[in-house]
């Protein structure tokens, strides 16, 4: 973890907190998260649905559908700016330019009345300072880039006239053609198939390392994650319950709920008669349990997290975890 | 295909050809081969896991073995009779014995129904409860099978979670006391935590109740885990079709091994080596030529694009169709 600190500091979150007020209350989707992600390093975003993952990216965006959302606290430092204090109009320059987001569905994130082409053109023509016919020169290179073949004829199409891989390849065109020093790719794989998965997999990896850009994979796949990410924050009810690299995380994981989440995915290199399984369900936002909010569904809580919620605590070197008895897992990991 | 003495279900050159309709007279220009001259048996109290990517035509497969979709060709022997030959109300008497679950839990039960309605349904359909009374019992033990209590039998789809809602329709199924259920894809839009807590119901109830499973889905780590044995699907063709050992331990066609590959392992430390397949799956409208996988097979030989590779045995009950094997 030292010589990653040494490098550049390219995005680090304080303390962010994103409420959304509704009628039936206030529903704290982020309550206080911190990363750090540096340039060329992976950052992987996990948890289940409705943890607040994809609120934390869209907050960075500032994308957030205001009203009901707002960032009512926190600093989302981008190079040393502060993004969160950005107007609007600040906003729209960094956007596609320093930093780009792909989505998990291509069909719903691509204009259908305008090729991909033209999509393409239009943000290199808002960032860069090009004629129109340099732009689609451009774009034909993105799309060589990515591995779409015969270019020339495809930035004609339409986005329903591709596939599914094909459109997510257009898609990361699109996010890459501006060389963004900072991608945010939320579930970009989620929606395709395997086979494609792994080729847009190795599509990214090659490209980072190519264009030294720093990726945060918000992903609900931990085969995912193993696989591509250097560090890994995983989420639950709007909070980071565990922070480490990816081998400290997948090696020795420390916060029940981690742990447990690994337990309950079936793998293709083991073979067990039953699956462990996490007891209940995620709790509402809206009325989520006092003290530590997994101590509803924890094998280990006690009267103490019942009552209170354990600090991010560093427990060895780079290996950060929200949990009073983790020392107590380890005898659940010998039982099991 | 090798008899099967107690298989409980056997497909014998299944086709479903879908017509693509065009023109002022809706004349017939060309058909989608989703499944295409597929042979597979069931044993009874086996659990056959079907898997491939998406449109490879898995999902069409469940739905003519049920009959929700016609068959274009082939055989569905269900207890040694031919099913595709039933009349409508022969088929209706069928679908007691043969049931399915769905992939989407929230598009699957009607919202205006109740959860007594919804599970109720069946029961009053195959008139196997004489009065209200009796149904109420039903389905108060129908819910407490599949993990749900009796303060949800008056509520309705939309009060319920993903996982519980899957579990409504698992109870739905199982109502009739079916011999095999066809699970379309039952855990894929499910957080991981509750996948693990409905695989692990489904195994559940397959012991108590010595239920058939066809499971049908896209996650090879899913099906490996809960099936017994393993058929792979690719444009319309069984591929290959083995235990799950073999499928892990020793897969033989080309596609299977790629497939495999693909799948990340949730292990950092694990430096495996990857077979990236080039290009898309075919359109199954214009499959290729011989063997469909040849455009993007690694393997791939002359005798690949012109002939279509037998489905044959290789070694213990594992059945592969591919030409490269035969070098």
Same mark, same amino acid.
């Given at each position: ?127 860069? =300072? @090009? &004629? ?10 993105? /799309? $060589? +880039?990515?591995?779409?073949? #015969? ?41 395709? =198939? @395997? &086979? ?10 090659? /490209? $980072? +390392?190519?264009?030294?850009? #720093? ?122 | ?327």
């Amino acid at each position: 973890m030292r010589i990653l600190d040494e490098r550049e500091k390219l995005l680090e979150i304080r303390n962010l907190k994103t409420y959304f007020y509704t009628e039936e209350g206030v529903l704290k989707a982020v309550d206080g998260v911190d990363l750090l992600l540096h340039s060329g390093e992976t950052l992987g975003l996990v948890g289940e649905s409705g943890c607040g993952k994809s609120v934390t990216s869209m907050s960075i965006m500032r994308l957030l559908p205001s009203p009901p959302g707002k960032i009512v606290d926190g600093k989302i430092l981008f190079k040393g700016r502060d993004l969160a204090q950005l107007s609007q109009k600040e906003m729209r320059k960094l956007r596609g330019n320093d930093i780009s987001m792909i989505f998990q569905e291509p069909m719903t994130s691509l204009n259908p009345v305008f090729t991909i082409g033209n999509q393409i053109s239009e943000a290199i023509l808002l960032h860069k =300072d @090009v &004629t129109k016919r340099e732009a689609r020169r451009q774009s034909i290179e993105m /799309l $060589k +880039k990515v591995g779409i073949p #015969s270019p020339e004829k495809r930035i004609d199409d339409y986005p329903h006239q591709l596939s599914g891989g094909m459109r997510q390849r257009a898609m990361i065109a699109l996010a890459l053609s501006c060389d963004p020093q900072l991608l945010i790719a939320d579930e970009p794989t989620t929606a395709l =198939d @395997v &086979t494609i998965q792994a080729q847009i997999l190795e599509l990214m990896n090659d /490209l $980072k +390392k190519s264009y030294n850009m #720093s990726i945060m994979l918000i992903t609900h796949d931990l085969g995912v994650v193993a696989e591509t990410c250097d560090t890994v924050a995983v989420m639950y009810a709007g909070k980071i319950v565990e922070y480490t690299d990816a081998k400290g995380l997948f090696g020795n994981p420390s916060h029940p709920y981690t742990w447990g989440l690994m337990n309950s995915i079936p793998r293709l290199d083991q073979n067990i008669e039953k699956l462990h399984t996490i007891a209940g369900v995620v709790p509402n936002p809206l009325d989520f349990p006092e003290g530590c909010k997994y101590n509803t569904r924890c094998p280990i809580a006690d009267d103490k997290c019942l009552q209170q919620e354990a600090e991010l605590q560093e427990i060895r070197k780079g290996h950060k975890v929200r949990c009073w008895h983790y020392e107590r897992l380890e005898q659940l990991k010998k039982v099991h | 295909m090798a008899v099967e003495s107690n298989a409980l279900l056997r497909v014998n050159n299944l086709k479903k050809y879908f017509p693509i309709k065009a023109g002022l007279f809706r004349k017939t220009v060309a058909q989608v081969k989703a499944v295409d001259d597929i042979s597979f048996y069931i044993n009874e109290g086996e659990t056959l896991g079907l898997v491939g990517e998406s449109g490879c035509g898995k999902s069409t497969t469940g739905a003519t073995i049920l009959q929700l979709e016609k068959a274009t060709a082939g055989e569905v022997i269900f207890q040694g009779k031919d099913v595709l030959s039933f009349s409508k109300k022969e088929i209706r008497g069928m679908r007691r014995d043969m049931q399915i679950i769905f992939q989407d839990p929230y598009a699957s039960l009607n919202p205006r129904m109740t959860v007594t309605e919804i599970v109720g349904e069946p029961l009053d359909i195959h008139k196997l409860v004489r009065n209200k009374q009796e149904k109420k019992e039903r389905v108060k033990q129908l819910l407490g099978s599949v993990g749900l209590s009796t303060e949800h039998m008056h509520r309705y789809p939309h009060e319920f979670s993903g996982g519980q809602r899957q579990r409504i329709g698992i109870a739905r199924a199982l109502a009739v006391e079916p011999k095999l259920i066809i699970a379309d894809e039952p855990v894929s839009a499910l957080d991981v935590s509750i996948q693990a807590q409905v695989i692990n119901l489904l195994q559940e109830l397959q012991q108590e109740y010595g239920l058939t499973y066809l499971f049908i889905a896209h996650d090879l780590s899913v099906v490996k885990h809960i099936s017994d044995r393993v058929a792979v699907m690719y444009l319309g063709k069984i591929v290959e079709m083995t235990s799950k050992v073999d499928i892990y331990d020793n897969p033989l066609h080309p596609y299977t091994q790629s497939l495999l590959s693909a799948i990340p392992i949730p292990d950092p430390t694990i430096n495996k080596e990857r077979i990236v397949l080039e290009g898309d799956v075919p359109s199954p409208i214009n499959p290729p030529s011989g063997c469909r996988f040849h455009p993007r097979c690694p393997h791939v030989m002359e005798i690949c694009r012109g002939e279509d590779p037998e489905f044959k045995v290789y070694g213990d009950n594992h059945y592969v169709a591919c030409h490269f094997l035969d070098r």
